[in-house]
T-cell receptor, first 111, second 117 residues
Framework: QKEVEQNSGPLSVPEGAIASLNCTYS??????FFWYRQYSGKSPELIMS????GDKEDGRFTAQLNKASQYVSLLIRDSQPSDSATYLC???????????FGAGTTVTVRA | GAVVSQHPSRVICKSGTSVKIECRSL??????MFWYRQFPKKSLMLMAT?????????EQGVEKDKFLINHASLTLSTLTVTSAHPEDSSFYIC?????????????FGNGTRLTVT
């Protein structure tokens, strides 16, 4: 089982819609979770971090964490074409504190 | 936010030569930096952890003699790909944490796209 799993997509949504991205992780002791955005040919950019169960909102982004289900998600509201990118879920291991990445979900926002 | 600068952004070299990639933390001190590699349409794979003033820690399967890491100061880590071969062609990205704390997020440099001909 991979440490961090994401649907690879591609996820295509119309402009203005909500994009929903999901991520599951295997390390039950993990406490820190991040979402990165990576444009093609560029390096990842941190967009959200979440440490506690529940929702965390930042602008058009909402991260949701459920540690019991080992599940973290990202919602992008009012999707814009500029949101088209690959979104990487990342989890810090409770064992060695290294950051592990999922394979990423590619999102395409149609104008 | 924290800024990590990486240079060069793109390099093309001939097989058998060595390439040095620099990673600098511009507005903070980083005792630890991390080097990742990413193949096309794949996720990031941690290669090694660079520790200021001591030897780097390499992930399983990463050849330490091929990927030389030096972290001589709190703001600079370098990765040297020695005797590069076409299979080393990849996107190399360094990262660092801008604050202490094992659970702090990583901030990434802009990456170096290495092409070995």
């Amino acid at each position: 089982q991979k440490e961090v799993e994401q649907n690879s997509g591609p996820l295509s949504v119309p402009e203005g819609a909500i994009a929903s991205l999901n991520c599951t992780y295997s390390d039950r002791g993990s406490q820190s979770f991040f979402w990165y955005r990576q444009y093609s040919g560029k390096s990842p950019e941190l967009i959200m971090s979440i440490y506690s169960n529940g929702d965390k909102e930042d602008g058009r982004f909402t991260a949701q964490l459920n540690k019991a289900s080992q599940y973290v998600s990202l919602l992008i509201r009012d999707s814009q074409p500029s949101d088209s990118a690959t979104y990487l879920c990342a989890v810090i291991s409770s064992n060695d504190y290294k950051l592990s990445f999922g394979a990423g979900t590619t999102v395409t926002v149609r104008a | 936010g924290a800024v990590v600068s990486q240079h060069p952004s793109r390099v093309i070299c001939k097989s058998g030569t060595s390439v040095k990639i620099e990673c600098r933390s511009l507005d903070f001190q980083a005792t630890t930096m991390f080097w990742y590699r990413q193949f096309p349409k794949k996720s990031l794979m941690l290669m090694a952890t660079s520790n200021e003033g001591s030897k780097a820690t390499y992930e399983q399967g990463v050849e330490k003699d091929k990927f030389l890491i030096n972290h001589a100061s709190l703001t600079l880590s370098t990765l040297t790909v020695t005797s590069a071969h076409p299979e080393d062609s990849s996107f190399y990205i360094c990262s660092a944490k801008d604050r202490a704390g094992l659970n702090s997020p990583l901030h990434f440099g802009n990456g170096t796209r290495l092409t070995v001909t």
